[in-house]
């Protein structure tokens, strides 16, 4: 009874003592849960921090900017994880719940998406794990250690064990020894050369509860709770001896980097220079009310991250002991990478630094032009640099380097030389192809509208253009509407748009494209033609006619020449020939082809045609597949007389 009294006057004071203050170390940002997360275990790689939190499972965390470190993903798929450890793509969790404890394997290649692949039974609470090789390593609380092999990560298999004598917590592996500590029976040191058959070689029995172990060197410094930090000689593992130790406060955990000690306490971290192992010194510390009852401490210089059984997660910049002095970091840029702006945006670069940027020294690249702080067009607002353009952008490619920048102790940014690049694009798009074409005289009714766009910049809108014929709209959603690429087709009879004889058609196409800063460049193309089918046909015999159908296209074209002579007159004196839009000739038909044919051998005439065949010599144009989709121009010759028209192929 007399002992339950003490720790938990241990406790008490352990966080009554510790104020809001600190030496040395800075809170640099927290990721705190809704209600008691109640975690356990934390690690980190340089990417991500990994957060046991409880019946939640594991939290992966983006600490990029430290300040506002943000939950990526997470798995549940286990029951309560009390530690972990991340090696090679994976994360492997000590598992306390009842009946699925254990050690568990987490594939994290998508940190974004983690997934459980593999679980071992460990038959009792396990509250420690280390992976080394080929091998896991947990201490599994009554059931002392475990060794299984994750050779196989979605196969997890023990292939060995060690019971202590009492209540394993933690586990480290360094060569061929893991060492537990065993919670009353303080360190235990165990041969594991052979994972089958691992044999205790040594043990030194701490003071208190030994809760955490980690070793360095020839030393195993073990967060022994109520007895502070003990350090221990392992340089012969059979005969581990106590050289010093730290007694001041009620340790939790233990990490060590170099020649400091991170310590966790209830309401924060204490730092202890360990240089000279026979009596470690207080270097620094923070204390915070904010931070409740830790839990686990990982070091990823120059960050200590730290579980909060009740919070979350802290962070603590301790780049004071790591001898990381680091820069600026960079947070943001706008405009973002490879986005399209259609005004003259500023540029802006977003940092961190907890002393905050040199206004003074800034320097930033621009289109091969260097700007300092000290020129109009680059000012440096908190830990901002912007950058506005003194003469408007072209359309093309900007791109910003950051040349230099530093924080006011004079730590250079690592982001020194990265470079971003936008695009600028100021004009709307461009008309290619329309069909009937501006001021054509038609013959016969035009089945359809077609019209293709084409922007060099950041792509034309093809869900929110705008069609008016003679003042009756057509808009992309109509049933009557389809759209091919660059291209819009409108059926103009589907649309209930009827063009009739004598009629001067007006057509009003309005087009913009899709910049993601500012608003879309638009325009509006405007053009003319007009039907005169059936008006003086018989008055102009030695007229020549063409049509083309259908078109657009996408397989084959009939063309059909039409007028007096179109049949009677001689091969040499008929010409039709296809040309690219570079004026290469692609096709020349032989003009001794006969009518093309349809259902039930019908000679096809063009549409709306009711005329005889007899004054009619017909062609099919097949594109040869080396051909590409676009606009071809066809030139007809009957004599001296000759027609040329626009036709689109779409494959």
Request: proline share 6%; net charge negative.
């Amino acid at each position: 009874m007399f002992k339950v009294i003490l720790i938990a006057l241990l406790l008490i004071c352990a966080f009554t003592v510790i104020a809001d203050d600190s030496l040395n170390v800075k809170l640099v940002g927290s990721f705190v849960m809704m209600g008691i997360p109640r975690s356990e275990g934390v690690c980190a790689d340089i990417f991500y921090a990994y957060l046991c939190a409880g019946f939640d499972g594991i939290r992966i965390i983006d600490y990029a900017d430290p300040s506002n470190p943000v939950e990526v993903g997470y798995n549940d798929d286990m029951g309560f994880p009390n530690d972990v450890y991340a090696s090679d793509g994976y994360v492997f969790t000590a598992d306390g719940a009842t009946d699925i404890w254990g050690l568990y394997v987490i594939d994290i290649s998508s940190p974004d998406a983690p997934t459980m692949i593999g679980h071992s039974n460990s038959t009792a609470a396990a509250y420690g794990v280390f992976a080394e090789g080929s091998y896991a390593y947990i201490a599994a609380s009554n059931a002392g250690l475990r060794v299984i092999d994750i050779s196989t990560p979605s196969s997890p298999i023990e292939v060995g064990s060690f019971d202590t004598d009492s209540y394993a917590k933690d586990v480290f592996v360094v060569g061929s020894y893991a060492y537990v500590a065993d919670a009353n029976d303080g360190l235990r040191i165990i041969d594991v050369s052979n994972p089958s058959s691992p044999d205790e070689v040594g043990y030194f029995d701490t003071e208190d509860y030994a809760e955490d172990v980690f070793v360095l060197g020839d030393y195993a410094y073990v967060a022994d709770e109520s007895d502070g930090l003990r350090i221990i000689d392992v340089s012969t593992p059979s005969s581990p001896v106590e050289v010093g130790g730290w007694s001041s406060a009620f340790i939790k955990g233990v990490y060590v980097d170099s020649c400091f000690a991170y310590t966790i306490v209830n309401g924060g971290l204490i730092v202890l220079d360990v240089s000279n192992p026979a009596s470690p010194v207080q270097v620094g510390y923070y204390a915070s009310s904010s931070i409740g009852m830790t839990t686990d401490i990982y070091v990823i210089p120059p960050y200590a991250f730290i579980s909060d059984y009740e919070h979350g997660l802290f962070i603590l910049d301790v780049s004071y002991f790591t001898g990381v002095e680091i820069g600026p970091h960079l947070l943001s840029v706008f405009p973002p990478e490879g986005c399209w702006t259609s005004v003259d945006t500023t540029i802006v670069f977003s940092f961190y630094d907890a002393d905050g940027v040199d206004t003074l020294s800034a320097e930033l690249t621009v289109n091969g032009v260097t700007y300092a702080a000290s020129d109009e067009e680059l000012t440096v607002t908190g830990d901002s640099l912007i950058f506005r353009p003194s003469t408007p952008w072209a359309d093309g490619t900007v791109t910003a380097v950051i040349t230099y920048v530093a924080d006011t102790l004079g730590n250079v940014s690592s982001d020194i030389g990265r470079s971003f690049s936008f695009f600028v694009d100021k004009t709307p798009p461009m008309l290619t192809f329309r069909e009937p074409d501006s001021a054509d005289i038609l013959d016969e009714a035009p089945s359809g509208l077609a019209v293709s766009f084409y922007d060099s910049g950041c792509g034309w809108n093809d869900t929110t253009w705008l069609v008016l014929v003679n003042g009756d709209s057509i808009a992309p959603d109509y049933a009557c509407v389809n759209v091919y690429g660059d291209t819009v087709l409108c059926n103009l009879f589907s649309c209930g748009i009827t063009i009739y004889s004598g009629d001067t058609a007006t057509v009003e196409f309005a087009v913009w494209d899709v910049p993601d800063i500012g608003p879309p460049n638009r325009r509006t193309y405007e053009w003319w033609f007009m039907l005169v089918s059936g008006i003086g046909e018989k008055n102009l015999p030695e007229e020549i006619g063409l049509s083309v159908w259908p078109n657009p296209f996408n397989s084959a074209l009939n063309i059909a020449l039409r007028g007096v002579g179109a049949t009677e007159r001689s091969p040499g004196q008929i010409a039709v020939e296809i040309f690219d839009i570079n004026g290469r000739s692609v096709y020349a038909p032989s003009p001794s082809v006969p009518l093309p044919k349809g259902e039930g051998g019908q000679v096809l005439l063009p549409p709306g045609e009711g005329g005889s065949k007899s004054r009619m010599r017909a062609f099919t144009w097949q594109p040869d597949e080396s051909l590409s989709s676009g606009v071809y121009l066809i030139r007809a010759r009957v004599g001296d007389k000759s027609v040329t028209k626009k036709i689109l192929y779409l494959k």
